[in-house]
């Protein structure tokens, strides 16, 4: 079949091979803990549930601007006066299909055919495909316990320094996400501020996926929308609904962005996608108010709570955590104690103790048979459940 060669270079998901095996083995009548879901077991608020049904009531489900509906662009530029302290114009903001139309959007906007991104492996997978999609290749930076798992901008240096004239000139960008998926590690506000230097030095974008914000334990939670405003600053920022709203399957992100790239946004979202969902638009007012805000909080703190009891149970168990993840819900574990491929280990946990978890080959490639990320986001006592199984079986 004469498909495109690009589909070569789109990896598939492998947790989705785990996932098929624990399904059928739930058919099977077996119990299994999932702790390889990347999403919020806590589903979209109350109130932004009532608002959407309230929108469906009252027939609102038609097309809204591409960019989004004004009223909601203008609370989440309110969202960042509120929060960060930081002037966001509304005019700036694009809500998107989930951060991953964000990301694409970017992306198109952004990468032309041969142009490299420098990403940190491990890293979101997605990203990568995002730039093959269009043309570009990422550039994967090995990243460890010594900065984090993030790429730093002393990393950045190092591959400058290795790096040919002719590569060089081909970077178009750096994409970082902080916190981070798979490490749940944050990247802090110097150091941000020291890759944001170093970009606009060598006349690269940068791209900042924030999209964990909102679920950070115990330091300070920053934005890079700050550099955003002016074309200039070469920044985009990413954040979704998805996962501190709680509101993955409702399919809504936002990008803050300098001017000229949220026009080229503007044109790409008409034609790739005419508008962000409706109903969840509306739903999504709601997500700034009060009330919500309170419930997102109690949520934060029992992320924080199961964060603060799988940490030491898991390293108790024989798993490496050498950096104390401060956000997100995942824990990236190294798992040599028990063997040299967490794919097979993986395997061997879902059949055999069956607790899933996703292995490390869905991050990239640095180490990755040597790795596997918990996703805590399960209640406490499935979490000691899934603790005690591990520890019968390992
Ligand atoms: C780092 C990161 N960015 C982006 C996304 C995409 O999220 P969504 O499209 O649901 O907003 C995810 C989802 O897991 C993620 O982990």
Redesign the pocket.
């Known amino acids: 079949m004469s498909l495109a060669d690009r589909n070569q270079h789109i990896a598939p998901f492998y947790v989705m091979d785990l996932l098929a095996r624990a399904k059928q083995l739930e058919a099977e009548g077996r119990d299994i803990v999932h702790l390889e879901i ?2 919020p077991d806590f589903s979209a608020p109350q109130p932004v549930v009532e608002a959407m049904r309230d929108a469906l009531a009252q027939g609102i489900t038609h097309y809204t601007p591409a960019l989004g509906l004004p009223e909601l662009r203008a609370a989440i530029a309110d969202f960042y006066q509120r929060r960060y302290g930081v002037d966001v114009p509304a005019a700036q903001v694009a809500v ?8 694409q959007l970017i992306c198109g906007a952004l990468i032309n055919a041969g142009d490299r991104v420098l990403m940190a492996d491990p ?2 997978p ?2 990568r495909h995002f730039v093959r999609l269009f043309g570009g290749r990422e550039w994967s930076v090995p990243v460890g316990p010594e900065s984090r798992y993030q790429l730093t901008a002393a990393e950045i240096r190092a591959v400058i320094k290795g790096a040919s004239a002719a590569e060089l000139a081909q970077i178009k960008a750096v994409f970082v ?1 902080s ?4 490490t749940g590690t944050l990247l802090s506000q110097g150091e941000l501020a020291d890759i944001h230097a170093l970009c606009q030095e060598r006349g690269w974008w940068l791209v900042v ?1 924030e ?2 914000n909102g679920l950070i334990y115990q330091v300070q939670e920053h934005t890079a929308a700050g550099y955003g405003l002016d074309d200039e600053s070469r920044t985009a920022v ?6 501190y709203f709680g509101m ?1 399957g409702l ?3 936002w990008c803050v962005l300098p001017n000229t790239l949220c026009n080229a946004v503007e044109r790409q979202a008409q034609n790739l996608f005419l508008s962000p969902s409706t109903p969840a638009q509306y739903g999504a007012l709601q997500a700034f108010s009060g009330e919500t805000a309170a419930i997102l909080e109690s949520r934060r703190q029992a992320f924080e709570a199961r964060r603060d009891y799988l940490l030491p149970a898991i390293r108790e168990l024989g798993f490496d955590v050498p950096v104390e993840p401060q956000g ?1 819900f995942y824990l990236y574990a190294d798992s040599t104690a028990f063997g040299e491929d967490s794919f097979a280990l993986c395997e061997m946990l879902l059949d055999q103790a069956g607790v899933a978890l996703t292995p490390g080959l869905d991050f990239g490639e640095h180490r990755n048979r040597q790795h596997l990320r918990f996703a805590y986001t399960r209640e406490i006592p499935v979490l000691e459940e899934a603790v005690a199984r591990l520890r019968r079986y390992l």
């Open positions: 990347g999403e998107t299909p989930g951060a991953s139309g964000a990301l890293g979101y997605c990203n996400a916190p981070s998926n798979p996926d999209i964990y990413v954040n979704s609904f998805s996962k993955t399919r809504l992100g997100a």
